[in-house]
């Protein structure tokens, strides 16, 4: 009989839950104002900018739960990134996704009590939470205090630039959220990585 492993604490099944339903909220109003034109916009125009701008605050205050959770709680280990055999591991892991899944071979690096994520994983994390998810942050700030944003960068338009960085975080983190969701069914079960949001335990 295989043990349970208790992975995720309370704070951060809140922390994922809120984070999840602000992104999606994020999601559809930031394609609503990116298609948006004076025909047709799917979400009303002001509705879209307000709903955007509150969400996109209060993900960032969610995120500052997550980063302190990380920096004063066991979770934090999860996230280091060793350089030793870090490329062989990381290919491993690849060639298992891209081969070994689909002929039932058994996962080169499985979830351990000390082992959370798998190499490739943790380092899609790392680029989602603690690089691409800062820049989405940063510069959705700017475009809400534009009066911050340098006017001119190498002749041209600051906000036009700032605006460009956020949409294309943006859309880092949606197609990060769409493989994320793809691996969360490849777990024992289609639906046991989702479970574990509830009640904790892999």
Not at 76 to 95: A, C, E, N, V
Not at 126 to 133: I, P, Q, S
Request: hydrophobic share 50%; with cysteine.
């Amino acid at each position: 009989m295989e043990s349970k492993l208790y992975l995720y604490p309370v704070w951060l099944r809140i922390w994922h839950i809120i984070n999840a339903v602000l992104f999606l909220v994020l999601i559809a109003t930031g394609l609503s104002l990116q298609y948006a034109s004076v025909d047709y916009s799917f979400i009303d125009f002001e509705i879209a900018v307000s709903t955007h701008n509150i969400a996109g605050v209060a993900i960032t205050i969610a995120y500052f739960m997550f980063v302190f959770g990380n920096l004063f709680t066991k979770n934090g280990k999860f996230y280091k990134i060793k350089r030793k055999g870090f490329f062989s591991d990381l290919f491993t892991q690849i060639k298992y996704y891209s081969y070994g899944i689909f002929v039932h071979q058994k996962t080169p690096f499985p979830v351990t009590a000390k082992r959370k994520f798998n190499p490739l994983q943790k380092v899609s994390y790392v680029g989602a939470m603690y690089f691409l998810f800062p820049i989405m942050i940063l510069s959705g700030l700017a475009l809400i205090f534009p009066e911050f944003i340098v006017p001119n960068v190498f002749g041209f338009s600051g906000i036009h630039l700032t605006g460009l960085v956020h949409i294309i975080s943006g859309f880092g983190l949606s197609i990060f959220l769409c493989i994320h969701l793809y691996f969360c069914t490849i777990g024992k079960t289609p639906t046991s990585n989702f479970k574990s949001m509830i009640d904790g335990y892999h």
